[in-house]
T-cell receptor, first 116, second 115 residues
Framework: NAGVTQTPKFQVLKTGQSMTLQCAQD?????MYWYRQDPGMGLRLIYY???????DKGEVPNGYNVSRLNKREFSLRLESAAPSQTSVYFC???????????????FGPGTRLTVL | AQTVTQSQPEMSVQEAETVTLSCTYD???????LFWYKQPPSRQMILVIR??????QNATENRFSVNFQKAAKSFSLKISDSQLGDTAMYFC????????????FGTGTRLKVLA
């Protein structure tokens, strides 16, 4: 069981370049999330997918797009990278029942992105 | 909207001693969950402990325990017999039951355990 995996682990982009961060989970979780972590700001939700086929904006969605490719995979795309998007990005997943049980989120190892 | 506040940006504790990290939250919800996550230098987010709001009994996990005060909206983490491996960032998180099951994180407390 690999849990939640993310690729790449590190990336350097120039302003205006695009890239996609990949995330996959093998725990059969229905919900997946993308966060960014900045110093002094904690983790902030960018986008989430409550179930396969659905995506919704989180707290800081501007400049990002997501795709829930299937139950396992949830990608985050930066169409035109900006220095303000320099951050550490985390993917997470959880299995959420209607009663809210087993709702803890499991996190990937993160991607450190630098935009010059 | 819910908010989570961790008022201690940094703390330190001597090895083998006890330390308490503070977390307060603001919500009008009655049913929710609270979590403490640990983030060591490896950057991996690790669940330390969780508390369901409907449970009056405080959660414990080995050396980690919480003091959950629902009326005061307080959720502190106590680490007993601190070990060098406890050195990490600690994040408090809130999740309301139902809806989208999103986390709201605090800004974190950096804990350093001194030898």
């Amino acid at each position: 069981n690999a849990g939640v995996t993310q690729t790449p682990k590190f990336q350097v982009l120039k302003t205006g370049q695009s890239m996609t961060l990949q995330c996959a989970q093998d725990m059969n979780h229905n919900s997946m999330y993308w966060y960014r972590q900045d110093p002094g700001m904690g983790l902030r939700l960018i986008y989430y997918s409550a179930s396969e086929g659905t995506t919704d904006k989180g707290e800081v969605p501007n400049g990002y797009n997501v795709s829930r490719l299937n139950k396992r995979e949830f990608s985050l795309r930066l169409e035109s990278a900006a220095p303000s998007q320099t951050s550490v990005y985390f993917c997470a997943s959880s299995y959420t029942t209607t009663s809210g049980r087993k709702n803890e989120q499991f996190f990937g190892p993160g991607t450190r992105l630098t935009v010059l | 909207a819910q908010t989570v506040t961790q008022s201690q940006p940094e703390m330190s504790v001597q090895e083998a001693e006890t330390v308490t990290l503070s977390c307060t939250y603001d919500t009008s919800e009655n049913n929710y969950y609270l979590f403490w996550y640990k983030q060591p230098p490896s950057r991996q987010m690790i669940l330390v402990i969780r508390q369901e709001a409907y449970k009056q009994q405080n959660a414990t996990e080995n050396r980690f325990s919480v003091n959950f005060q629902k009326a005061a909206k307080s959720f502190s983490l106590k680490i007993s017999d601190s070990q060098l491996g406890d050195t990490a960032m600690y994040f408090c998180a809130f999740m309301k039951q139902g809806g989208t099951y999103k986390y709201i994180f605090g800004t974190g407390t950096r804990l350093k355990v001194l030898a």
